[in-house]
Each structure stands twice: as C-alpha cells, then as structure tokens.
C-alpha cells in the first residue's frame, strides 16, 4: 500500500481529542497510584497511553493504602538483585488515531499499527532513523511512499520476543532476551546475500 495522502496532525491536535474522551471515559485517564496519565507531548496523528497495576511475583495486584499512599506486600519472597519482588503490568491500553490520517489505510493495517502500539507499548519515534521494516511507520510515512499491508516480519519477530520474556526480570534482561528472540527468529526471514 501507499501512505496516505491527507495531511495529518498539527500541533495540539492530540490534546483536543483527548479532552474530548475525558468526560465520557474518566477511567481510561487514572493510572497507578491513582494519577493522571501521562501522554506524550509529540505533534502527529497518533497519540497512545498506558494504565497499569502493580503485581507480585505470582501475578497478583498489589493492593494500595489510598489514606498514605503506599502499597502493602504481604508476600514472603526474598528480595533479589536478579528478579524484581513486584513489576508493572498493562491493564489496559488507549491509542488514539486522528481520522484524517486514515485516509488510504486498510483495516488492517490500522489493526495492526494499534496491535503493535497497545500490546508492546512499541513506539516509533524511538524507531526514526533505524529503518526497521515495521507497521509502525505507516502514519509517519512520507505522501506516496510505499508502506506495508500488515505486520511485518520485524514486527512478527518483536511480538515474538515480547510475549516470550521472562516478567520477572528486570528491563535490561528482558530487553536482551527481546533482542536473542528477534535475532533468531530474523536469521530464518534475511534474504539470502550474493
């Protein structure tokens, strides 16, 4: 496919149509702690946010004291320097895709740019510049440029290699262990050289 030919975004155009959510979905804006999101202050047609809960080791929420603020682990696990006694988890995720920058996309390259941004929290401004074949430069990608129909083999590879790490690591192990995944799985897919 092509990229689309609208001009997408302009500079606070995230804002409103997230202020246009907030009164019909108050939920989707509480993170942890019982905080406002965060959203990324990037100018484009795409803005994306996570809520999350803190788990033990067993997967478990970690429950709150709302009155001081603080979370009560009553697990008995021996704190470690190689594995984490609770972690984040997604417990859901919000991406917002301006309508205009739509235009000439597929269902399913729409599903799939969504897929790639809510389940990995992937996002592609860290991409620019690494020419990674990836869906996640199709909104990004320059007027009649050419841009793929669906998940590529990148992404295949890093859905892969996320899904398959070990949650109880710490973001250094868990990123190296995404990295062997893709790797191996990449070796199979690289065309063959002359």
């Known amino acids: 496919g092509e990229a689309p030919s609208g001009e997408p975004g302009s500079p606070g155009s995230d804002a409103a149509r997230v202020r246009a959510l907030l009164p019909a979905h108050p ?4 993170g942890d702690e019982a905080r406002p999101v965060e959203l990324a202050r990037r ?22 004291n709302n009155q001081h603020g603080y979370r009560i682990l009553s697990v008995t696990d021996t704190p470690s320097r190689i594995a984490p006694t609770t972690r984040p988890m997604i417990v859901a995720s919000v991406v917002v895709v301006e309508y205009r920058a739509l235009a000439g996309l597929t269902t399913t390259q729409v599903g799939d740019y969504a897929a790639m941004r809510a389940f990995t929290r992937a996002d592609p401004e860290r991409l620019e510049g690494s020419k990674a074949p990836t869906i996640l430069t199709v909104l990004d990608a320059p007027m009649g440029s050419e841009v793929p129909p669906t998940l590529t083999h990148w992404d295949l590879a ?11 690591r710490y973001a250094p192990q868990q990123r190296h262990e995404i990295g062997k995944a ?8 690289a065309p063959a050289k002359e």
């Open 182 to 189: 893709m790797a191996r799985d990449l070796e199979g897919t």
């Open 158 to 168: 890093y859905l892969r290699g996320f899904n398959a790490i070990s949650t109880d």
């Open 43 to 64: 100018p484009g047609p795409t803005v994306a946010w996570y809520l999350e809960d803190v788990v033990d080791r067993g997967g478990m929420s970690v429950p709150r």
């Open 27 to 30: 939920a989707y804006f509480t």
